[in-house]
C-alpha cells in the first residue's frame, strides 16, 4: 500500500493521545515508539466478523482509520476461528508500562503475531534487544518481512514459545501475548534473576488475568494486575491442527429448578468467583457459556454454563432485582457450586484481582490471596 509518510505520522501521533486520553498514561519513550511505529504496514489487512464469517479488509481508507485506532484487529483466522490478532494498542502500552522496561533489556515476547508489540519494543530498546517468537511459521515471515519494512530487524523464531528462546536467554523481560494454564518453567529458567515476567494465566474461557511475576533466586513471584485483560491460547502447535470450537452437551434427564438472589452471572460480571471456581476444579477448563435473546427486545433473557460432565445450569434474566429462576441438570448442581463459590468469595472480603497473587517454583504452581502464605489454592494440573 502506498501511502505518504505525512498520512501515518499524524495519526500515529494522534493514537499515542487516544491513547493517554484512554486512561493509560505513556512515558515519554513510550510515546516516541507509538509515534515512530507505522501499524498499516504490519496489518496490512485485517478481518471483520460478519454473521458467522470473516471478512478480509484491506481498502486503505478503512485500514489506515482502523490501524490507528484504539481496535483490536483480528488478522489471521484458520478454519473460520481467529487465530493471531493485533490486540488494542491500549492493552499493549498498558503492559509495555507494567513491564518496565529500561534502556539495555533484553525482552523476549511470547506470539509474534503481527510484530506490532515487537516494532514498539525495537522502537524503544533497539532491536538487538528484542526478540519474539510465534507458533505459525507463516506469521513469522510476514512479519520478518514487514518489520524489516519499517526497519527494524528483531530476532524472530517461528517455534512454541512454550519453549521460550534457549539460545538467546538469559532475558531481563518476557512477555506474553498469548493465555497459559500454568507457567512453563522455561520462562522461569530463561529470565535473569529480579526479571520481570508478565504473562496472561487463564485456566478456562474468562478464568483468570494477567499476572506480574518477579524472578527470585528460587521462584517466579507476584500479583495479578488490577485491570482485566486476556489473550488467545497457547497452542503447541500452528492451528491448523485446532478443533473447531467445543459446546458442551447438557446431560439428558432430570431438570431441577430452584431460584437465586445472586445478581451477577459470574462468567461474564465476577470474574474471580468464576476463577476460584476453576481454581477448586468445581468448573473445568472446557465448560462452555452463553446467552439466549429475547428476540422482541433484542436483549439476553437467560445464561447458561455447562460443564464438560454435561452438567449444567440456566439463568433467567428477565427478572431484574427479584429473585432469578434456575434450572440446573446432569450429575451435579452447578448453580449450587457458583453460589458457594459466592460465598467463599465474601468470606475472603470480595478480593479483586490486586489481592490476588501467584507463586512458581519448580515444583508448584500456587494462587494466593494477600500474601503467598494467605488463603491458596494449588493450580490444576492443565488437562
Ligand atoms: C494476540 S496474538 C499476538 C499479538 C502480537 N503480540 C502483536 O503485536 O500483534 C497471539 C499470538 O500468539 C501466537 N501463539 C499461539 N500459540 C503460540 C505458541 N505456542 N508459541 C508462540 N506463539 C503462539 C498466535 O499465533 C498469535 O499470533
Redesign the pocket.
Same mark, same amino acid.
Given at each position: 500500500m502506498t501511502t505518504t509518510s505525512e498520512d501515518w505520522t499524524a495519526r500515529a501521533a494522534a493514537l499515542a493521545d487516544d491513547i493517554e486520553k484512554a486512561g493509560v498514561p505513556l512515558s515519554a519513550e513510550w510515546r516516541a515508539a507509538v509515534g515512530a511505529v507505522p501499524r498499516h504496514v504490519l496489518v496490512p489487512e485485517f478481518y471483520e466478523q460478519q454473521g458467522n464469517q470473516w471478512r478480509k479488509v484491506s481498502r486503505r481508507q478503512q485500514l489506515l482509520e482502523a490501524t490507528y485506532s484504539l481496535k483490536t484487529l483480528v488478522?489471521?483466522v484458520t478454519d473460520g476461528q481467529p487465530?493471531?490478532?493485533?490486540?488494542t494498542p491500549t492493552l499493549?502500552l498498558r503492559m509495555l508500562d507494567w513491564l518496565d522496561v529500561h534502556d539495555g533489556h533484553d525482552v523476549l515476547?511470547? $506470539?509474534? $503475531?503481527? $510484530?506490532?508489540?515487537?516494532a514498539l519494543l525495537s522502537a524503544r530498546l533497539g532491536d538487538a534487544h528484542v526478540f519474539s517468537?510465534?507458533?505459525?511459521p507463516e +506469521?513469522v515471515e510476514l512479519a520478518r518481512q514487514r518489520l524489516a519494512e519499517t526497519g527494524y530487524k528483531p530476532t524472530l523464531r517461528a517455534?512454541?514459545?512454550?519453549d521460550g528462546m534457549p539460545d538467546h536467554a538469559p532475558f531481563d523481560r518476557i512477555i506474553a501475548?498469548?493465555s497459559v494454564p500454568h507457567i512453563p518453567l522455561t520462562w522461569f529458567e530463561q529470565l535473569r534473576t529480579y526479571g520481570l515476567l508478565l504473562a496472561d494465566l487463564k485456566l478456562g474461557m474468562n478464568a483468570g488475568n494477567l499476572v506480574l511475576l518477579r524472578r527470585l533466586p528460587d521462584r517466579l513471584e507476584g500479583r495479578f494486575v488490577n485491570r482485566w485483560g486476556s489473550?488467545?491460547? +497457547?497452542?503447541?502447535e500452528p492451528?491448523a491442527t485446532l478443533d473447531p470450537p467445543a459446546q458442551q452437551e447438557r446431560s439428558a434427564g432430570e431438570v431441577r429448578e430452584r431460584t437465586t438472589l445472586i445478581e451477577g452471572t459470574p462468567w461474564f460480571d465476577d470474574l474471580v468467583p468464576w476463577f476460584m471456581l476453576h481454581l477448586d476444579g468445581t468448573v473445568q477448563a472446557g465448560a462452555t457459556f452463553g446467552v439466549t435473546m429475547d428476540s422482541t427486545l433484542g436483549r439476553p433473557d437467560g445464561t447458561h454454563l455447562v460443564d464438560v460432565d454435561g452438567s449444567w445450569c440456566e439463568v433467567d434474566l428477565r427478572v431484574d432485582g427479584k429473585p432469578r429462576r434456575v434450572r440446573q441438570g446432569g450429575d451435579r448442581n452447578l448453580w449450587d457450586a457458583v453460589e458457594n463459590a459466592y460465598t467463599a468469595w465474601a468470606g475472603l472480603r470480595h478480593p479483586g484481582w490486586e489481592r490476588l497473587g501467584l507463586t512458581v517454583t519448580a515444583d508448584h504452581q500456587t494462587v494466593w490471596v494477600d500474601e503467598p502464605d494467605g488463603h491458596r489454592w494449588p493450580l490444576p494440573e492443565p488437562r
Open positions: 488478522t489471521h487465530t493471531s490478532s493485533s490486540t499493549m515476547e511470547i $506470539g509474534t $503475531g503481527t $510484530g506490532y508489540n515487537a517468537v510465534d507458533v505459525e +506469521l517455534m512454541n514459545g512454550a501475548t498469548c489473550f488467545m491460547s +497457547l497452542r503447541p492451528a
